[in-house]
């Protein structure tokens, strides 16, 4: 097998390249092939330098994230960034790609950084609930003062190369790689300085109340912006520790701070959050076709979400076609799409020749022909199925063969909209978040009688547009919304039986959501559940549960912050809305209606409560199909509804529970209504067999 470190002798330069595809990870072979490598350049009296590098896109991306939680195997990481440090020739690092993490931090042990212009340099382990584990937190300071250090390892975002070499991160940016680190290393060894270490430099190392101001500003900015979370406290810690520790006892505090991080359930579920992520567009269809051509879309509807889709193609480089009803409508489409470029532009987030590039790929009509020669037609019309199967209908008519006719439906059974084509093979749902050109997650449903190319397709749309894929099967709801009806049901009972709306949004927005169910009911529009409320009704089983307070409030035009008033009131010019004493006063006259007697829920019970509504309900839709595996439950609802990442998503935050204790509150709360509370067959015998969640995602 070939190493995965190559050491090429280039007259008195050694090139050593890290070739671990796809990003170069720090693996244990790595690892020790970079000391033997290292050892031998040492040994080779020729070798006046060495050059670190990365073969294929990257330089190294980081530790390698599937040995963390196995047995350390040594040479540990900072251990090898020791080694490259103390080495007895000047060591230069040639960067491309993205340098991140343990990637970066073997940079800064080298004396000399150069990079691409492309290259993105940054610390992103407070993404996985860690901190730099290899010297970063030691050295970073060192090199470009404790702030600009903490920015970086705390907000885990990359740098550009230009901004590196601004704050003295980088020495130089070079074009080619391997040319232009050569001249440079050779330029180096003729002047044969001492060599400079970053463990060594002081100069930003003393207290000054503008450092000590700016750290706690900071401190407090990233408490917020990652609220509940631990790692980016610890970061502060550690970096600050420069100040009063020298090198090898803050190496110490990193490590024993990395290890203790390693341990928590933040790390678990932001580590598995990050390959739910990945595994999410590993489909079985892939495997078995390659997607269709996907070089113009049309886009049906230029309301909220037509016009959220179309700017998410275009920004995707894809040209776009709208359609609306009539002159009116697609005049509307067309401001909608367009006021979000305007924003940009104010905001200096695009420039106007970018943005009038843009508008160049973007057409309307209200001539359903103007659709004839795209690839694919994404329907985002009424929610009801009328509606949209007359759309179909004309679609089946004008679309060329092999065009894809695609419905953002959020609800609706898709197979019932291929029916009225003649090429189901053709139909697939696309469902798009609003707004759709900002909301990453993107539901793609598959009916059955669709032809795999097509479902390939919608994953390779998803990848364009740098969204996070999740395959759906056809059910009311699909994976996101059929969960979130389950425990928006949950919610109105513990708001009937006793909690007031208050209660549980605060409860809920302290577990690490952004925002409590109703506030979020208010912000989507209450007449939006009330319709879906309405459609179901028929279906309901007469013996379940109905809270009607939703009801009252809608009956009342109390549709949530569109017009002024929901669950809360918003005539304050407060964006989260105040408490409504009329609204508690809706909700006794329910409990009085009902002879409810009102209890007290605390939070954890609240939490207990949801928690275990949505779990439920999740097992069924893995159990059923509707979801490929457990995982993909929690990329949709990490990236749909706000569930904390820090938690890893509601299967993963079962299993941290454990399965066993969820088991046990289901049925503890099916005593009261064993109709709504009767635990899926699934939980039942993955605690008979004494496994998890996370066992069905191998
Ligand atoms: C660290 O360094 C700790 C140290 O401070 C201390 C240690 C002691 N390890 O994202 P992609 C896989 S913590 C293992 O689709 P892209 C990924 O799962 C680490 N695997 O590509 C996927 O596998 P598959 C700090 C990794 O081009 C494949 O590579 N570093 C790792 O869109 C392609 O990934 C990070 O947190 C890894 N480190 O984006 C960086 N990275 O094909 C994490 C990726 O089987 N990585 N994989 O699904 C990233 O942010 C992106 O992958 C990157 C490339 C931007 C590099």
């Given at each position: 097998m070939e190493s995965p470190v190559n050491l090429e002798i280039i007259q008195n330069i050694a090139i050593l390249t890290i070739r671990n595809p796809p990003v170069n990870a720090l693996s244990h072979a790595v690892r020790l092939n970079i000391m033997s490598a290292l050892n031998n350049a040492e040994r080779n009296?020729?070798?006046?330098a060495i050059i670190v590098m990365g073969e294929g896109n990257t330089f190294p991306a980081g530790a390698d994230i599937t040995e963390f939680g196995l047995p350390p195997k040594s040479p540990l990481l900072p251990i090898v960034c020791d080694r490259i440090e103390q080495f007895n020739k000047p060591v230069i690092c040639a960067m491309h790609g993205t340098p991140l993490g343990g990637g970066l931090e073997i940079a800064l042990s080298c004396h000399y950084r150069l990079a691409h212009p492309q290259t993105k340099l940054g610390l992103p382990e407070v993404h996985l609930?860690?901190?730099?584990?290899?010297?970063g937190t030691q050295r970073l300071p060192r090199l470009i003062g404790l702030p600009e250090a903490f920015k970086i390892a705390a907000s885990g975002v990359p740098i550009s190369a230009r901004k590196a070499a601004e704050i003295g991160l980088i020495n130089e940016i070079i074009e080619d790689i391997k040319d232009e680190s050569i001249i440079f290393t050779n330029k180096v060894v003729s002047l044969n300085k001492k060599i400079s270490r970053t463990c060594d430099i002081t100069r930003h190392l003393k207290e000054s109340p503008h450092t000590n101001r700016e750290m706690s500003e900071l401190r407090a900015s990233f408490a917020k912006s990652h609220r509940g979370q631990v790692a980016p406290g610890k970061i502060a810690d550690c970096i600050e520790a420069t100040l009063e520790m020298p090198f090898d006892k803050g190496q110490v505090l990193e490590r024993a701070t990395f290890a203790e991080l390693l341990l928590t359930d933040q790390s678990n579920g932001l580590i598995h959050a990050f390959f739910a992520e990945r595994k999410s567009?590993?489909?079985?269809?892939a495997s078995r076709t390659t997607p269709r051509p996907l070089n113009k879309i049309g886009v049906v509807g230029g309301g909220t979400m037509g016009s959220g889709i179309a700017i998410a193609a275009l920004n995707a480089g894809i040209p776009v076609t709208m359609i609306e009803q009539d002159t009116e409508s697609i005049k509307k489409g067309q401001h909608n799409v367009e006021k979000v470029y305007k924003r940009d532009i104010e905001k200096g987030r695009l420039s106007e020749s970018v943005v009038n590039d843009i508008l160049a790929q973007f057409n309307t009509s209200t001539d359903f022909d103007s659709l004839s020669q795209v690839d694919m037609v994404i329907e985002a019309v009424f929610e009801e199925m009328p509606v949209k199967q007359k759309v179909f209908q004309i679609l089946n008519q004008v679309i060329k063969p092999g065009g894809i006719l695609a419905s953002n439906t959020s609800y609706l059974d898709i197979n019932e909209i291929a029916a009225v084509t003649s090429r189901p093979s053709d139909v697939i749902g696309l469902h798009f978040f609003s707004p759709a050109n900002i909301m990453r997650l993107l539901e793609i449903v598959v009916p059955k009688k669709v032809s795999d190319d097509v479902v390939a397709t919608g994953f390779s749309l998803a990848k364009k547009m740098r969204k996070i894929p999740v395959r759906a099967g056809v059910c009311d709801g699909f994976i996101g919304n059929r969960i979130l009806n389950n425990y928006g049901d949950c919610a109105a009972f513990m708001m009937e039986d006793g909690a007031t709306p208050y209660e549980i949004d605060k409860a809920i927005f302290d577990f690490g959501y952004p925002m409590g169910p109703h506030q979020m009911f208010d912000l989507a529009g209450g007449d939006i559940g009330w319709a879906t409320r309405k459609r179901l009704e028929p279906f309901r089983d007469p013996q379940s549960r109905y809270v009607h307070i939703a009801d009252k409030l809608c009956e009342n035009g109390w549709f949530g912050q569109k017009t002024g008033r929901g669950f809360y009131r918003y005539d304050t010019g407060n964006k989260r809305g105040n408490e409504d004493p009329a609204v508690l006063e809706i909700i006794e006259q329910e409990r009085q209606r009902k002879g409810v007697i009102p209890k007290t829920f605390s939070h954890e019970e609240i939490i207990q409560r949801y928690m275990a509504a949505m779990i439920n309900e999740a097992a069924e839709v893995v159990r059923e199909g509707i979801?490929?595996?457990p995982s993909d439950v929690d990329v949709t609802k990490l990236f749909g509804y706000g569930f904390p990442r820090y938690r890893g998503g509601p299967m993963k935050y079962a299993d941290t529970y454990g399965l066993d204790k969820i088991l046990a509150d289901l049925q503890e709360f099916a005593k009261e209504d064993p109709l709504f509370w009767t635990p899926s067959k699934l939980i039942v015998e993955l605690v008979k067999k004494g496994h998890n969640f996370d066992s069905l995602n191998k």
């Open positions: 009296e020729s070798i006046s609930g860690l901190i730099p584990g290899a010297g567009s590993k489909i079985p269809e979801a490929l595996r």
